[in-house]
């Protein structure tokens, strides 16, 4: 009989399936799946052999049964599908507020989706993280305005691209940041959630609400249901739950989550796509209206708004600032060091106590016997702040900073925290030679290091023979030892040495990736008083912020590097 090397076929497959050694191998190539196509081929193995004589005619019992009672239970979904699509169109309402965004406020889970989508100039989401507004709105913006948004230093104005009609939209981007809704408020309740995917068996109703005063004006029901394919594909396997963890083994049929939609009759689903638009009466965008959207007269303030919120914020910022100037705390003021240095001629005044509580805060973190080495203050957020901003201070405001700073730069593991104020901390200029020459050699060659005493050097702009004659050898050895980023900290260091014919005469060991790169320092581009590429690499082992005076002068540009714009 046909059908018996496809049977012994699927019990192997079972049977491996169900001892994770071997099964973990046929969940790699989904064995589930496979295992649910074998047993489509004997079921089918077993009709042709009952048909043609031979095996039994018993055995036509099995494809029969299976199949017949699958379509059996395939004719009953669709009917009660049929029945709660009519049963709900009988009762959905239709429009039940003529919503106008002049005397009313949209209040919904999903905002920033809808109004990508729907003719609604503002819609409003509940998040308690921002405060004291409580809610963040979202806006559809024509890309003009979009480009010029100057955003915050605490993540509270966010841009972000739109898709719609499967492409995206060039000329739009949806604008999101804090705000309380001015007008009396039409919410939106959902009930399950919208990210709540469990289904029941059989049909599960979800409920909108459109709710205004505590008062529901309307209820639009939907159903949802585990549907069944048209034709019965099978998997049956076992494989890995991480959740538990456990090995799993499980059987059925792939379904897929069908909604029913219980839209009223005369209703144009191209015009009204969901429940809200529906109730509220706003219109789903046309196929190619955001191609020429010019916005909503109730936004053409709005950068006006978001410079009052920007401004506002940098004001917390250094409110911050002074806090933790005269003792005290960030109180969980994020990136303090980032948002000062946003505007560099406000922070500048601040040098001398910056550098004053800094040593402060370093001299209470000296190691003694009973206390771990450098464990304290370096784990909080103050101390962090104050060395980003001295880090980020012009060159004429630094120097008469930079020997306290140099100091500090040489306690025990500073680069490890502070990478950017051990950077500028080389500002000071020769005397800090011998220091940062001793750490560069302590890095072994051939091993991974970092390069922070390497551009260090770089930006102290001399070094004795020894040193660059070991500087040569490093910078020769195979580039694969090494991470990203090290040979090009090599590269500037010795260029700004004079370097520059040992450099070229070398070009073929150099990396292939950075070679435009280095055709542009070579001719001349991105030279800054510092040093060529103002010293610093475009990889920088580390996620510290690096402020403009850190940047790297050159930039990619489409037709190779440019220089940084000022």
């Known amino acids: ?72 239970r395939y004719a009953q979904q669709e009917r009660e599908i049929a029945r709660v699509s009519n049963d709900l169109s009988a009762t959905n309402p239709k429009r039940i507020l003529d919503f106008d965004p002049d005397a009313h406020s949209l209040v919904m889970k999903d905002a920033g989706g809808f109004v990508s989508a729907h003719d609604v100039p503002v819609a409003y989401t509940v998040n308690k993280n921002f405060q004291p507004e409580g809610h963040l709105s979202y806006r559809l913006i ?13 993540a509270r104005i966010q841009t972000w691209g739109v898709h719609a009609d499967g492409v995206f939209q060039k000329g739009v981007c949806q604008l999101q940041f804090p705000q309380a809704p001015p007008h009396p408020v039409v919410s939106v309740v959902v009930t399950p959630d919208l990210n709540d995917y469990r289904l029941k068996p059989g049909v599960n109703i979800r409920t909108t609400e459109i709710v205004v005063d505590g008062r529901i004006l309307g209820v639009y029901r939907t159903g949802m249901i585990s549907r069944l394919p048209n034709f019965p594909w099978l998997y049956a396997g076992c494989a890995l739950n991480s959740g538990r963890p456990a090995w799993e083994c499980d059987w059925g049929v792939m379904r897929s989550r069908f909604t029913i939609e219980g839209r009223p009759a005369g209703v144009d689903p191209s015009l009204y796509d969901t429940p809200v638009a529906l109730m509220l009466g706003i219109r789903k965008y046309p196929l190619g209206a955001l191609k020429d959207f010019r916005g909503f007269p109730q936004n053409a303030d709005v950068l006006d708004a978001l410079e009052r919120d920007r401004l506002n914020v940098e004001d917390q910022a250094f409110d911050a600032l002074e806090r933790v100037l005269a003792g005290g705390q960030t109180e969980g003021f994020l990136n303090l060091g980032y948002a000062v240095t946003q505007n560099p001629a406000r922070l500048e005044p601040y040098a001398e106590r910056m550098a004053q509580r800094l040593m402060e805060l370093e001299a209470a973190d000296a190691p003694t ?58 500002d000071v200029g020769p005397p800090a030679l011998d220091f940062y020459k ?7 060659p051939g091993r991974s290091y970092d390069s922070l005493p390497v551009l260090a050097l770089c930006r102290i702009g001399i070094a004795d023979p020894a040193l660059v004659a070991e500087m040569k050898a490093r910078y020769l050895l195979p580039d694969k030892s090494r991470p990203e980023g ?31 790169w280095r055709e542009a320092l070579y001719a001349g581009k991105g030279r800054t008083p510092v040093g060529p590429n103002n010293c610093m690499t475009e990889q920088w082992g580390s996620i510290a912020y690096r402020s403009a005076i850190l940047q790297p002068a050159l930039v990619r540009a489409r037709n190779g590097w440019e220089d940084r714009p000022k």
């Open 1 to 72: 009989m046909t059908f018996l090397k496809p049977f012994y076929l699927l019990l192997a497959l079972i049977a491996l399936q169900l001892f994770p050694l071997t099964g973990v191998f046929l969940m790699i190539v989904a064995g589930a799946l496979i295992t649910g196509l074998v047993v489509h081929v004997v079921l089918v193995l077993m009709a042709f052999d009952a048909l043609t004589r031979r095996g039994p005619a018993w055995l036509l019992l099995f494809p029969a049964l299976f199949y017949g009672g699958y379509y059996l």
């Open 142 to 154: 024509p890309r003009a305005q979009c480009d010029a948004v100057k955003k915050d230093t605490q």
């Open 486 to 516: 090290q040979q090009a900290a090599l590269f500037l260091a010795l260029m700004n040495f004079g370097e520059t014919d040992f450099l070229r005469a070398n070009e073929a060991l150099a990396p292939s990736r950075d070679r435009t």
């Open 369 to 426: 016997p009973g206390k771990p080495e450098r464990w304290r203050n370096s784990r909080r957020d103050e101390p962090r702040a104050l060395a980003t901003a001295i880090s980020s201070l012009s060159p004429q405001a630094f120097a008469l900073l930079a020997a306290r700073m140099f100091a500090l730069a040489q306690r025990d593991h500073f680069w490890e925290e502070y990478e950017a104020l051990y950077l500028r901390a080389a």
């Open 438 to 444: 001793a750490a560069f050699l302590e890095r072994q």
